[in-house]
């Protein structure tokens, strides 16, 4: 049996078929966006035919590191409608953020709060600390459709809880969280707040403002950077509530033992990964050219003919709230009798559709969502997702599950 062939015209499924596709169908937004612009493309390459750039030139007009970084500070700082580009802290991505964040903040004898449907990199870093025996962590639950009611905060509330973090949206799921009503609620017990905004940044606008303390992105998804790039915002007072976490060279106060106390210094060390920061500050830009509201059309839209197209589909689960306008460009389904993985590989054989199986790195949000420990199947969706993809992703749905469920008499057993 030949091998497939994805990055050529064509693709042969296990049963040696061929298919000609003018691309793979790529629906997994939620892991990462993976077409770059060509702006970020052409400023890549133009970083890179800089002689030395990388490796000596710091000289060079408007590609000198920091000239680079403040670009990004820059965009980042309007993108999130904030005033201060030395609160824009650029890292590896939200991961590293917030493993910052919260390695940083939280101190022995301290209580955590954050919901049912979080990222693993945010309940990791919590479990490991309250591992430790450092902290103590609650995750809130969540409704079945990932939906968190802020009012469930204060149930919580202990006379040592120092945080309350959440995701904006679960990768999981799809489902907006109400950040603004979690975070006035979270105040009100005069809680450190920290938003993940890891699937949300470039989708829904998102202003700081007094009620968050810190706002966490990765520059790899909707943002439209290279993976590697990310950051956090801080609010007004929020740097000196968190430590520095990673520390070592940052090009100033270099006689100091100690790791200098000023932004955004505190919080970057070591050399930094300029192509990532160049490619965040180009997409940045562009995103604020374009605005965020023709996203957030094109992908409702586009989830909302997927959600009508599957709907009538015998024998298939759509999980998270099934509405495009309480959710992030995410369907979550499954099908009875179906492995998750057996139907992503026979969608990526068959008809060149890469969706996610399994856990998406959230088994929280599946306990919540009831399809935990298999987890499922999740379609997500981008701007430049055509509407000719999601009735091939409908079709091939149809094929493989509605039609196995009519010959089967409704369950499809043993696939
Ligand atoms: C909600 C959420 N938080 C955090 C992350 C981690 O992002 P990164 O791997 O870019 O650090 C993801 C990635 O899928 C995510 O969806």
Redesign the pocket.
Known sequence: MSSPKYAGVYIENLAEKVYIFNRLIYMNH??TSPRKSERVKDALTGLFTQDGILSAGRNFEGLEDGAVMLRARKALMKLFGFSSATNVILTG????S?NMILGGLLKPGDHALATHVE?N??SRPLALLQKRGIIDVDFLPCGQDGSFDPRSIGKYIRPNTRLFIM?H?S?VLGTILPAEECFTEAKRFGLFTVL?A??TAGLLPLEMNKNIDVLAF?G??GLGGL?GS?GFVLGRDAAAAIDPWITGGTGSASQSLEQPDFLPDKYESGTANIPGILSLAVAVEELLERGLSPIREQTKNLTRRFLDGIRGIPNLVVHGPGDAERSVAIVPVSSPGWDNALLAGRLFDEYGIITRCGLH?SPLAHQSAGTFPEGSLRFSFGYETTEGEIDAAVRALENLVGRAAGRRGGIQAGN
């Open positions: 939620a892991s991505g939200v991961t590293i917030l990222h990199a945010v995701t949206a990768n993940d890891a699937q990765t790899h998804k993976p990310g790195c």
